[in-house]
Nanobody
Framework: QVQFVESGGGLVQSGGSLRLSCVISGITFSMYGMGWYRQAPGKQRELVAT???????NYVDSVKGRFTISRDNAKKTTYLQMNSLKSEDTAVYYC????????WGQGTQVTVSS
């Protein structure tokens, strides 16, 4: 069964940076596109960044130029480098395949203080 284990979140001041990691097991990682999703309090979960099997990346407009998604197939890990963080980036961040499966990890909390 697929498992997603996210880490790297925390409390950071506005303008700061964080690097999230997600280790995936239970699938042939290199065969799947991956995505980072986030859910802010009272809002629906949204897809913020994707990376294809060939490492082509895409971003939602609100994070373009600030976030970078990457992957390491050997480590079965995907990363989200987040720079110039804003208070509106505060959310629980999750990774999943893209398109997503109906199974989620525990997520990692990112809190940006203004």
């Amino acid at each position: 069964q697929v498992q997603f284990v996210e880490s790297g979140g925390g409390l950071v001041q506005s303008g700061g940076s964080l690097r999230l990691s997600c280790v995936i097991s239970g699938i042939t990682f290199s065969m799947y596109g991956m995505g980072w999703y986030r859910q802010a309090p009272g809002k629906q979960r949204e897809l913020v960044a994707t990376i294809s099997r060939r490492s082509v990346s895409n971003y939602v407009d609100s994070v373009k130029g600030r976030f970078t998604i990457s992957r390491d197939n050997a480590k079965k890990t995907t990363y989200l480098q987040m720079n110039s963080l804003k208070s509106e980036d505060t959310a629980v961040y999750y990774c999943n395949t893209n398109p997503e499966r109906n199974l989620w990890g525990q997520g990692t909390q990112v809190t940006v203080s203004s």
